[in-house]
């Protein structure tokens, strides 16, 4: 069997357990988007082709859109337990993916509280470790769903970034500086673009996402995303 698949594998059992859960979340809305499935980590053989409108979706991108590398991005929220229950298995893929591709999660923008985690994500992206720090928050703030003061948010975010070794004198103000402004803008311009309206969505080349439908849990949803990834390269 497939290294990669090997890789993955041990992941199948415990995402098949989220395969008939209501998918996506988006905290604007009065409740859940409702999908079929959760996606799975699940990996099989990659057999035929997969369908637009079936399995993936084509995105309004464009070439600005593109990097060098192949981006497989993830549209995630640190308060979204569907995401929470995806992130072992994104972990996993990015472990696997060749080398002109690239795994890039992208924290999605809604409202004040989704902005603010969105800077936190970003804040940590600009330190040493940052995937050591982007684990510990996404635990930190899950815990915090039922939190509605954003102070307290705050307070444990900088808990975290305290805990490895970060000045937190000033958490606020890096919140705010220009360089998180940006990234925030950005990522609200691909949300736009991209028709992101859920979580986890996973978007290909800044060209296809991949729909959350039983089609998809069926094929692996992995396998759909590597698909798109060689019609990328075939496209380029």
């Known amino acids: 069997m497939n290294i990669r698949y090997l890789l993955i594998a041990g992941l199948a059992l415990a995402a098949a357990l989220f ?19 959760t996606p799975t980590a699940e990996m099989q053989s990659v057999a035929g082709d997969y369908s637009e409108g079936v399995h993936y979706r084509a995105v309004k991108g464009s070439d600005a859109n ?14 979204c337990h569907h995401c929470e229950a995806f992130e072992p298995a994104v972990l996993a893929y990015k472990k696997t993916i060749a080398s002109d591709v690239e795994l890039v999660q992208i924290p999605v923008i809604w409202n004040e509280p ?15 470790a940052p995937d050591e720090i982007h684990a510990d928050l996404f635990r930190t703030i899950m815990s ?15 808990k975290v970034f305290a805990s490895h070794g970060l000045d937190t004198d000033n958490f606020k103000d890096q919140l705010q500086s220009t360089e998180i402004q940006a990234e925030l803008a950005n990522s ?3 949300m736009k673009s991209f028709e992101i309206s859920g979580t986890p969505t996973v978007v290909v080349d800044g ?20 698909f798109l990834v060689e019609k990328a390269r075939a496209d380029r």
Do not use: C, M
Not at 68 to 79: H, L, M, R, S, T
């Open 19 to 37: 395969a008939f859960i209501k998918f996506g979340h988006n905290p604007s809305a009065e409740s859940d988007k409702v999908g079929t499935t």
């Open 66 to 79: 593109k990097a060098n590398k192949i981006q497989v991005q993830e549209f995630f929220w640190y308060g």
């Open 207 to 226: 060209s296809w996402a991949v729909l959350n439908a039983a089609e998809v849990s069926s094929a692996g949803f992995f396998n759909v995303v590597d």
């Open 144 to 158: 915090l769903r039922k939190e509605g003061n954003p102070d307290i948010h705050i307070q444990e975010a900088a």
């Open 114 to 128: 989704t902005a603010l985690h969105a800077s936190i994500f970003y804040l940590a992206q600009s330190k040493n």
């Open 188 to 190: 609200q311009q691909l």
